[in-house]
């Protein structure tokens, strides 16, 4: 069985960009997966495709989900990576979006078979949206940083050059086959609060948003989002301000956002406060921000 498995196969995409998240590791907050995801339904994108996880997914940490129907049959349905295609005809280029669980297994091999879809559907721009944990505080703008592995992409799209070195995630080695393959690509990531790092972020989503309109000059709708960020806001306050080391730890990480310097004091840990955080939404009786 071949990894991509086709619904149909989308006829006239004009110079689409594919855009990528990856639930997991890349996506704190889930704000690279939430934006991609409102992205899509927000242009009325329709599923073309999947990629087969049998040799991709360790199915004992990501699990298949048992659901019954209204015919009350159950089904399983299991992780896989979702391709959808958004037709915008009154934009310069129109839209294929890729959407599911970082893979466990076989990245080289998983990111073949993307650079090949790519391939095949004459995609112009590779962007992927990515999220990690910061020391920033809630209450100012969400940072989102742009760059690019070659420096002709960096150049057109006016975005720095990588030079991080470490561990990376499926989003990084979907960069450098994107690279190898000769297909343009950027990044996006945004920072996220890592005291709220377990709660979904749709602030961060929000900029991944904003930041990927202009990439791929395509506009949508985010009143529904921006609804969403200022609920959350409002529960996140409410928590800070409950407790007071709490609102100190938070209080000085706006300091230091806001004199462009790094945190120089011993923290908290982030999973005392962020237990702290949700202990209180739940008290609340309070569902936490989505």
Sequence with gaps: MQPLQWDYSPS?????ALVCAFKGWNDAGDAASS?????????GASRFASIDPEEFYDFQNT???VKISDSDLRTIEWPNVEVFEAKVPRAPRDLILMVGSEPSYRWRTFTNVVT???DAMGVSLVVTLGALLADVP?????SVTGFSSDSATSDRLGLARSNYEGPTGIV?????????????SASLWAAVPHYIAATPNPKAALALVRKLEAMVEITVDASD?????TDYEHQVDAAVQSDPEVEAFVERLEQASDEGEEPDWELPSGDAIEQDLQRFLRQRGEDPPT
């Design 172 to 184: 990084g080695v979907l960069q450098h086959a994107c690279h190898r393959a000769g297909v343009p």
């Design 138 to 142: 809630h209450t100012r703008a969400i």
């Design 116 to 118: 090949d879809l790519a």
């Design 225 to 229: 989002l921006e609804g969403a960020v």
């Design 35 to 43: 934006a991609l995801t409102f992205f899509g339904e927000s242009l």
């Design 63 to 65: 699990r298949p989900q």
């Design 12 to 16: 006239g995409l004009r110079t689409p």
